[in-house]
Nanobody, 121 residues
């Protein structure tokens, strides 16, 4: 069974860089056909797709976040990471990592439980 687990700081100060890691077990992140994705849900709002990496390492970003977002992976640890630069309080959200065979979706075959990130001074 594929399992994903997000980790990272729960509190980030404005203007800093948010870094989150998704640790995957049960399948290699190089598995053909899968997109390894990040989404988020701000309080009182819907899910927002942020970006994804496919099994070959190609990366796809939401146009609205592309200038501030980086996604990378560590195959030796079977992890992929999200960096969001220059955060503001509007970036406060529950952040999820997920895996599925469709790009640009907030519905996944497998998803982590999510991690709360608050941006505040």
């Amino acid at each position: 069974q594929v399992q994903l687990q997000e980790s990272g700081p729960g509190l980030v100060k404005p203007s800093q860089t948010l870094s989150l890691t998704c640790t995957v077990s049960g399948a290699p992140i190089t598995s053909n056909g899968y997109f390894w994705s990040w989404i988020r849900q701000p309080p009182g709002k819907g899910l927002e797709w942020m970006g994804a990496m496919d099994s070959g390492g190609s990366i796809y970003y939401s146009p609205s976040l592309k200038s501030r977002t980086s996604i990378s992976r560590d195959r030796s640890k079977n992890q992929f990471t999200l960096q969001l630069r220059a955060v503001t309080p509007e970036d406060t959200a529950v952040y999820y990592c997920g895996a599925g065979k469709v790009l640009h979706t907030t519905i996944f075959d497998y998803r982590g439980q999510g991690t709360q990130v608050t941006v505040s001074s």
